[in-house]
């Protein structure tokens, strides 16, 4: 159990779909939060809707080692004792067609960034007698999808990473969580993404409700979480018997081939009609 009344959370991601609410759910439990995000107004607005005194507006890349030297510097200040990743970089679309810019820039914001930024505020955390690392993954870490190839690695990439350190540093104050929401409601899937999931009858959870099942975890000390039925289920099957799993998503192929391609003729309207939702 970890007691978030009185503690600093740096929260990345914190201006996105699942982000925001999950800031407010923090501050419900009484954590200040210093609200990282690349632009400023999604962050400013956290800080009108709940108070400077509840949110601290930090807009910086975690991509860009400047914009993690000041996470890392704004964590000193506040003595954080829990760090939320809660950021991300969507790639959907078919893995042959993707350019080598997108797979490194995916890779580069979904795992590189956590890995240093959590070796950056590993000293300041370590200062608590209870701190804490929070990965919010996803089903497709768990869970390799046509369609999502690079994200998917990206995001098991993550896991293993959040794993390794709970391994590494079973003997001191600092706990790792891995939290897998599975497809939610927000503008991080595409049209053409979401066109996709509609077909195959993927459920999209409201964010919310994700973000409060989130905190939960969080206070918790879960350790592992994949939320939704029946993902935790496929999730378990792809673990003990993977061949099932091939073979079901392989009666698919052609629904996801069809939406994730880059000459899916819809697919650039749908993606200029999400940019600009
Ligand atoms: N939505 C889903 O269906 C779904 C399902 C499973 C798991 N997840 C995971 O849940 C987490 C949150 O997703 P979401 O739906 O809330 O996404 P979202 O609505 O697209 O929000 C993404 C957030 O990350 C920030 N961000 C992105 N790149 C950044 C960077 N380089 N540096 C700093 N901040 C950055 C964005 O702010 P700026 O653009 O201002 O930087 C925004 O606050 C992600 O880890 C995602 O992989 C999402």
């Known amino acids: 159990m970890i007691v978030l009344s009185g503690r600093c959370v740096v929260l990345t991601g914190a201006s996105g779909g699942i982000g925001a609410p999950l800031a407010g759910a923090l501050v419900r439990r009484g954590a200040h939060v210093i609200a990282v995000g690349r632009q400023a107004a999604g962050l400013e607005a956290l800080v009108d809707q709940h108070g400077a005194r509840a949110i601290t507006a930090l807009a910086a890349d975690v991509t860009d080692p400047a914009g993690r030297q000041r996470v890392a510097s704004a964590a000193r200040n506040h003595s954080a004792s829990l760090l939320v990743l809660a950021h991300a970089q969507p790639a959907f679309g078919l893995f042959d067609e993707q350019p080598e810019r997108l797979l490194r820039s995916v890779i580069d914001a979904n795992l590189i960034a956590p890995m240093l930024l959590i070796r950056d505020l590993m000293p300041v955390l370590a200062n608590h007698r209870q701190a804490a690392v929070v990965a919010i993954g996803s089903t497709l870490g768990n869970l390799a999808h046509p369609?999502?190839?690079a994200y998917g690695a990206s995001k098991f990439g993550l896991r293993g990473l959040i794993e390794g350190l709970a391994r590494e540093h079973a003997d001191t104050v600092v706990t790792f969580q891995h939290l897998a929401p599975r497809a939610t409601r927000t503008a991080f899937n595409s049209a053409a993404a979401e066109a996709m999931n509609r077909e195959l009858g993927v459920t999209h959870d409201d964010p919310a409700e994700v973000a409060e099942r989130l905190a939960w975890a969080i206070e918790d000390g879960e350790r592992r979480l994949q939320l939704g039925w029946p993902e935790s289920l496929f999730v378990r099957i792809?673990?003990?018997?993977?061949?099932?799993?091939?073979?079901?998503?392989?009666?698919?192929l052609?629904?996801?081939?069809?939406?994730?391609?880059?000459r899916n003729p819809n697919k650039d309207r749908l993606e200029a009609t999400h940019d600009q939702a």
């Open 254 to 262: 052609a629904i996801v081939r069809r939406h994730a391609s880059a």
């Open 147 to 149: 369609g999502f190839v």
């Open 238 to 252: 792809n673990s003990l018997w993977p061949a099932l799993v091939d073979k079901s998503l392989s009666k698919k």
